[in-house]
């Protein structure tokens, strides 16, 4: 796909991490959120949604209108600044992906149809925060008030093509006990 743009969700509480900045943490040397930025290197732009912290190349940063409020309303805050282009791909990322390669962005806009795609990790589980959609399509199914909407609930009707994740590309860390399998 020639031209997608990226939305790094890089927010929330890491509740389950003690409160530890999660998007912060190093693996192998490397933030959780510089991985991200740079898996999706081939988007422009790139939208990471939270707090500024250093990353490897130029991002656009901004904030949901109520900080902490989930993440629809980060979605919300993140498609905002990007250009009015119904048909412009868009790859919604979480920020705490260890394992995510441009290669998992690129079979993500490369199987891209009309509406959506997402990947299924190893559990059969939906991976909302590792899908690409049509700008359009997402502008459409947000809702005027996004603030703690579920995003399976928001995102779910709208029937994407649904990908296998190879290996522990979808493997997320929300845990310690997750961070562990990859800093061990």
Do not use: C, N
């Not at 309303?73 to 441009?102: E, F, Q, S």
């Not at 939906?126 to 928001?154: F, I, N, T």
């Amino acid at each position: 796909m020639d031209s997608w743009a990226a939305v790094i969700l890089a927010g929330g509480r890491a509740s389950r991490m003690d409160g530890r900045d999660k998007v912060a943490i190093e693996v192998d040397g490397v933030t959780l959120l510089a991985r991200a930025v740079d898996a999706a290197a081939g988007a422009d732009p790139i939208v990471v949604v939270g707090k500024r912290r250093p990353v490897p190349r130029p991002v656009v940063w901004t904030v949901e209108d109520e900080p902490g409020s989930g993440p629809v309303a980060a979605i919300a805050a993140g498609i905002a600044p990007l250009p009015d282009d119904p048909d412009l791909p868009v790859v919604l990322l979480a920020a705490d992906l260890p394992r995510l390669t441009p290669a998992t962005l690129a079979r993500l806009t490369g199987s891209l149809g009309s509406t959506g795609v997402l990947l299924v990790d190893a559990d059969g589980r939906d991976q909302w925060l590792l899908s690409a959609w049509r700008l359009g399509v997402l502008r459409a199914a947000l809702p005027e008030r996004p603030e703690g909407m579920a995003l399976r609930k928001v995102l779910g009707g709208l029937d994407p093509l649904r990908v296998p994740a190879v290996a522990d590309e979808a493997a997320d860390v929300d845990t310690p006990e997750d961070l562990s399998r990859f800093t061990s």
